[in-house]
T-cell receptor, first 113, second 112 residues
Framework: NAGVTQTPKFRILKIGQSMTLQCTQDMNHNYMYWYRQDPGMGLKLIYYSVGAGITDKGEVPNGYNVSRSTTEDFPLRLELAAPSQTSVYFC????????????FGPGTRLTVL | DQQVKQNSPSLSVQEGRISILNCDYTNSMFDYFLWYKKYPAEGPTFLISISSIKDKNEDGRFTVFLNKSAKHLSLHIVPSQPGDSAVYFCAASVPSWGKLQFGAGTQVVVTP
């Protein structure tokens, strides 16, 4: 099992550009999550999904969009990138919402200049 | 509004001694708590968890204590090893929500 994989590992964007961060899990998990981590801060939830076709906003959804067409994939779309979106982005998955830990990908470091 | 707080941003401990990491929470609905460990340029990895029906959970060198009345939990690492040098995040959830709230993390440095 590869677990949770994320691409790309690094990316530099110019202000106003768009991009999609990819996330795939091979554990047949129902729940998937996108977090961002800013320096000295904890992880903030951007969006999450409880299954294919179902997504919901987290704490900091503005400037982002998600879709979940399959169990395995949960891409995060940034439209009109802004310097405030410079961060490290982590995708995670879990089997369900009960007493289960979340498994994290290695992260994508995004810089918006 | 930060519902999970780790008030110590860093901790330095000698190899072989005990590391104690603290975490406070404000939401009394939280009933499942987790600790994650994170190395630079990697994603967080699950370390240990505890549900609110327990006050202690052990896994090898790692023990988590929960004091519900004080809304406080702690992670003890005994003995500390150089490989324990990492950032440790406390997280809490109401399982029916399916979401975790994370603290800001504590950087642990284990010195020889």
């Amino acid at each position: 099992n590869a677990g949770v994989t994320q691409t790309p590992k690094f990316r530099i964007l110019k202000i106003g550009q768009s991009m999609t961060l990819q996330c795939t899990q091979d554990m047949n998990h129902n729940y998937m999550y996108w977090y961002r981590q800013d320096p000295g801060m904890g992880l903030k939830l951007i969006y999450y999904s409880v299954g294919a076709g179902i997504t919901d906003k987290g704490e900091v959804p503005n400037g982002y969009n998600v879709s979940r067409s399959t169990t395995e994939d949960f891409p995060l779309r940034l439209e009109l990138a802004a310097p405030s979106q410079t961060s490290v982005y982590f995708c995670a998955s879990s089997f369900d919402s009960s007493y289960n830990e979340q498994f994290f990908g290695p992260g994508t470091r995004l810089t918006v200049l | 509004d930060q519902q999970v707080k780790q008030n110590s941003p860093s901790l330095s401990v000698q190899e072989g001694r005990i590391s104690i990491l603290n975490c406070d929470y404000t939401n009394s609905m939280f009933d499942y708590f987790l600790w994650y460990k994170k190395y630079p340029a990697e994603g967080p990895t699950f370390l240990i968890s505890i549900s609110s029906i327990k006050d202690k959970n052990e896994d090898g060198r790692f023990t988590v204590f929960l004091n519900k009345s004080a809304k406080h939990l702690s992670l003890h690492i005994v003995p500390s090893q150089p490989g324990d040098s990492a950032v440790y995040f406390c997280a809490a959830s109401v399982p029916s929500w399916g979401k975790l709230q994370f603290g800001a993390g504590t950087q642990v440095v284990v010195t020889p």
